[in-house]
């Protein structure tokens, strides 16, 4: 429903004048804090409001003095990128008690605080909420004790929490990604690919333990991410006999001409009688029953470290300006809620109802209800457990339906880091489906001569971690090559096409649909899985490879801004891929901390820029040093990224200086982050599941005969679901002359980079987050929804 125009704009709506924000970071630290810390400070500042810091969580809460630090703009410059907590973090007992909140209490009246943003985990969350319910009381107290003034009861009288759920873990009840999941991810899949060179190298089998104590998340996002032979969660203890399952699984691995093993164990690991599976207890039993060469692999703190990854950046910025949108917006009686992610959605949930339903998980656990808990965790958890199992065990012949299906996959357009990823779960689904599943090398083209095999279960073992695309991929459109295509068609009897690609795979699908006139050929189910760094497919708001692509552009604009470091004041110009598409240059801004983007889908002239360049000189005439602007490939064809480096060296001059740097293909290269392998794995299986249920309904009198327009579609990420759309009913929704959609999510992201770069802007919170309720979730049939 569309929401009222008072809430267009924000500044008509929302003002926090007269209002203290304080922000605390408690409980263990995660990557991504900082991001959250300086989007509350700097969105907290833009609206009016006094925004403080609480240093050392709620120990300096209760300390007070120096802990308690009124924040400025410059506070939080350059803090984006670093890892940990910048204002510290502290466990604190005395908090705990009713004398340590009271004391709390106390220091917060005397800034006149009344607006708490809390980034945290459950234990933290919940402590908040307990202080805000004995609020009144506290002050109450005071006044007795002498300590503050009567009037500040009437003046501060309610207090205002919104959490941030900040833990590696991703053991928090309601939010797909908690802040520091994804960076945590990162690390074990850096240390994973650089131990399966080794393992390789030895043929050794290698047991890693990661971080979990009791959440699986991490081990079984990993595990699926690298292709793991085997994995122990607390979530899912496995039956007895386990043992010698596992070591069949190695052994008939090895036998299959694979040169290593790698198993994951969460730190909580369990057998059902709640006894603790430890590595080295997985070691001693490799090496007794089998005498495989096995090494142990503790990874520990190395998964809070570093810096954090794209994703953590930019979910950490929406976060935190939610946040703030949510503490200007609460009333006495609105409770406690913690800002979240659904899909790729910003919602508010009552704080206690996703704190309650974490400790269920934990309830069903100790209960030995395996099967709730998992379902309790949410569809993430449980589609990412369903999807591993799907992948990593294959049935045995015998046990497999037989389908009589030809499916073929092939990639189509440019390479992106996640394809191999997703070949792999199309092929290993495909085949527990009982198809015989082929392999088109070199996309259409390659399908026109004839160039396609089929694919085995073994043949696509270690492909997730590999970047590009191994069955090679061709720009080539099938109008071209129709006739041959056809014609091995009919050879091969092909009888579904599973499409792998960017733009051209959009264009290739309407291609084969206005063929279906002349050839019945392509009267079979077909589906495509966007894959382009661009991240410029209709019908989809994320592609398979943009992920990647942003991380590496965040990664180098790193590196590039500190290379400034220690030397004069320096803006550098960095130009993104994308074609007309402004994803990369948008939304790595927003990761980067650039102070703007220049994008095709944003028009902008000399004015603009001449803005953009005494902004910047402002800037700099203070203590910011270091300045960033991005500009897509073709978002201008006069005001070339020559011509605004020109611009603004000339302009800067006496106050800044001017690089330039053209990221080209690096953003293209690279190894897939473990959200594109995550991504690519369980779209493409969900993507291969309704390739099943369509072969099965359109098999009619001894053959596939599918002619429908919504045997034809795309599946892409709209919103909160993966969602099947017949590819004719996007045609209207796109831009065919400069290969982009006509509506893109991202843009309302824009003004948020903006803000954050200390520019006066409007904002529309129409599509903030609204107070939800936490929803259980109930199991469907054949349900392989995909929440990321």
């Known amino acids: 429903m569309a929401q009222p125009d008072t809430k267009k704009i924000f500044f008509e709506n929302l003002s926090g004048a007269g209002k203290a924000i304080a922000v605390l970071t408690s409980g263990g630290d995660a990557q991504g804090m900082n991001a959250a810390v300086r989007a509350v400070v ?14 050392e969580g709620y120990q300096g ?33 005395e908090f705990r008690t009713h004398e340590g909140r009271l004391k709390a209490a106390n220091n917060l009246v005397q800034y006149g605080i009344t607006n708490l943003c809390v980034i945290g985990g459950d234990g933290s969350l919940t402590g908040a909420n307990l202080f805000r319910e004995e609020w009144s009381g506290l002050l109450s107290e005071l006044v007795g004790q002498g300590l503050i003034e009567a009037e500040a009861v009437q003046k501060y009288s309610a207090l205002h929490i919104v959490g941030m759920v900040g833990s590696i873990d991703n053991d928090f009840c309601g939010t797909d990604m908690t802040i520091g999941t994804d960076s945590a991810l990162h690390r074990i899949i850096e240390v994973v690919d650089a131990i399966m060179t080794t393992a390789q190298s030895h043929q050794r089998t290698f047991v890693l333990e990661v971080m979990g104590r009791h959440c699986g998340y991490l081990a079984l996002v990993s595990a699926l991410a690298c292709g793991a032979d085997w994995v122990l969660i607390p979530e899912m203890p496995p039956e007895d006999g386990w043992e010698d399952k596992m070591c069949q699984k190695l052994s008939a691995n090895r036998a299959g001409m694979k040169r290593l093993n790698i198993i994951i164990v969460a730190e909580g690991a369990i057998d059902h009688r709640n006894k603790p599976i430890t590595t080295d207890y997985i070691k001693d039993l ?6 495989f060469d096995t090494r142990v692999t503790i990874l520990g703190h190395v998964q809070r470290g570093g810096t954090p990854s794209a ?16 503490l200007l917006e609460t009333t006495a009686n609105t409770p406690a ?3 979240s992610l659904c899909g790729n959605q910003s919602v508010r949930l009552p704080l206690m109802e996703c704190v309650q339903m974490t400790q269920e998980v934990q309830k069903a656990m100790d209960e030995k209800r395996f099967e709730e808990a998992v379902k309790l965790r949410g569809r993430s958890f449980e589609n990412n457990l369903k999807t591993y199992k799907l992948l990593a065990h294959r049935k045995p012949e015998s046990e497999l339906p037989v389908s009589n299906f030809n499916v073929a996959v092939l990639n189509v ?12 779960s199309a092929v290993r689904v ?18 026109s001569k004839g160039q396609i095999k089929e694919i085995k279960w073994a043949d696509v073992g270690g492909w997730t971690g590999q970047g590009g695309s191994l069955l090679g991929t061709k720009r080539t459109l099938p109008a071209k090559h129709v006739d041959k295509i056809a014609e091995q068609m009919r050879k091969n009897n092909i009888n579904a096409l599973l499409i792998i690609g960017g733009f051209e795979a959009f264009l290739s699908l309407l291609e084969l649909l206005t063929a279906r006139g002349k050839y019945d050929e392509f009267c079979v189910p077909m589906v495509m899985v966007p894959a382009t760094v661009s991240n410029n497919v209709p019908g989809s708001d994320l592609s ?3 992920d990647t692509a942003l991380n590496a552009i965040t990664t180098t604009c790193d590196r590039i801004k500190q290379s400034a470091s220690g030397t004069k004041r320096r803006v550098f110009i960095i130009e993104t891929m994308g074609g007309y598409c402004g994803y990369l240059a948008s939304v790595g801004g927003l990761a980067a901390g650039a102070d703007a983007a220049y994008i095709y889908e944003e028009p902008f002239d000399i004015r603009d820029l001449q803005a953009n360049v005494e902004h910047l000189t402002e800037k700099m005439k203070g203590s910011i040093q270091r300045g960033l602007v991005l500009r897509n490939e073709n978002s201008n064809e006069n005001y070339t990224t020559d011509f605004i480096y020109q611009l603004y060296s000339e302009e800067g001059r006496g106050v800044f200086d001017c690089r330039k740097n053209v990221l080209g293909h690096m953003q293209q290269g690279g190894a897939p982050s473990p959200f594109d392998r995550n991504f690519g794995t369980k779209i493409s299986a969900k993507a291969m599941q309704w390739v099943t249920k369509k072969l099965v309904e359109t098999f009619r009198q001894g053959r596939v005969f599918a002619n429908t327009e919504d045997s034809c579609c795309l599946l892409g990420m709209r919103r909160r679901a993966l969602v099947f759309q017949p590819v004719v009913q996007l045609k209207d929704d796109t831009d065919f002359v400069h290969r982009i959609p006509k509506e893109q999510w991202w843009l309302k992201l824009r003004p948020l980079m903006k803000i954050l770069a200390k520019y006066k802007t409007s904002y529309d919170v129409s599509d903030s987050g609204q107070l939800e309720h936490v929803v259980r979730n109930r199991p469907k049939e054949s349900d392989a929804s995909v929440a990321m």
């Open 286 to 291: 490799v090496v007794k029953c089998l005498g």
């Open 413 to 424: 357009g440019a390479p992106a880091a996640g394809m191999n990823a997703a070949v792999r």
């Open 544 to 546: 398979i490879g943009a």
């Open 311 to 326: 994703f953590d950046r930019i979910l950490a910025s929406r976060m935190g300006v939610e946040a703030v949108f949510a």
């Open 430 to 447: 495909g085949i527990s489906e009982g198809h015989k599943m082929f392999a088109v090398s070199d996309g259409f083209e390659g399908f």
């Open 337 to 339: 809620c913690v800002v």
């Open 42 to 55: 700097r969105m907290g500042l833009y609206v009016g409001a006094k925004v403080y810091f609480i240093h």
């Open 61 to 93: 809460m209760v300390d007070g003095g120096e802990n308690i630090k009124e924040a400025t703009w410059e506070s939080v410059s350059s803090m984006l990128q670093v890892g940990g907590t910048v204002i510290g973090s502290a466990r604190c007992k």
